[in-house]
């Protein structure tokens, strides 16, 4: 697998993208101030992160998805991995990240990739999101906000 940014001139694996954020109008938005990066196997792409620099030597990871058949391998936890490095190599000392309430696997990941809970950004789903989102049974309601130092 390798792992690179996006080219300038290539579309973004907007199915993929779609994975991580239901909203194409949140993600064109973000796509337009942030760096895609990729990665791929045999010349499939088969996971995605955004890099969106936030405030002063701070970056968020904004999107993160891997394709469904790929699921369970690990890649999730490479890509978080990755962006967290991608991050350090160009200056930033703070890298955020933001998830669902619902998100149970991407709660666990982050914490087991160093990132501890921040804060709660309440009904943060309700307000930014026409249809209502559920994941494991639970509705996805508030963000939950996680941060970790470089």
Do not use: W
């Not at 101030?33 to 045999?42: I, K, P």
């Not at 904004?62 to 991608?86: M, P, R, S, W």
Request: a negative charge; proline letters at 4%; hydrophobic letters at 40%.
């Amino acid at each position: 697998m390798v792992i690179r940014k996006l080219n300038i001139d290539e579309e973004p694996p907007m199915d993929l993208l779609l994975l991580a954020d239901p909203s194409k109008v949140i993600i064109k938005e973000y796509m337009q101030r942030g760096e895609c990066f990729v990665a791929e196997t045999d010349a499939q792409i088969i996971g995605v992160y955004v890099l969106l620099p936030t405030r002063p030597e701070t970056v968020e990871l904004v999107n993160i998805a891997v394709i469904e058949t790929q699921h369970g391998k690990g890649l999730g936890k490479q890509l978080v991995i990755n962006a967290i490095q991608v991050a350090k190599s160009k200056g930033y000392r703070t890298i955020e990240v933001g998830t669902g309430n619902s998100s149970i696997g991407q709660l666990a990941l982050y914490q087991k990739c160093g990132f501890r809970i921040t804060g709660v950004d309440i009904d943060f789903f309700i307000r930014h999101y026409p249809e209502e989102i559920f994941e494991n049974g639970i509705q996805c309601r508030d963000m939950v906000r996680l941060s970790q130092d470089l």
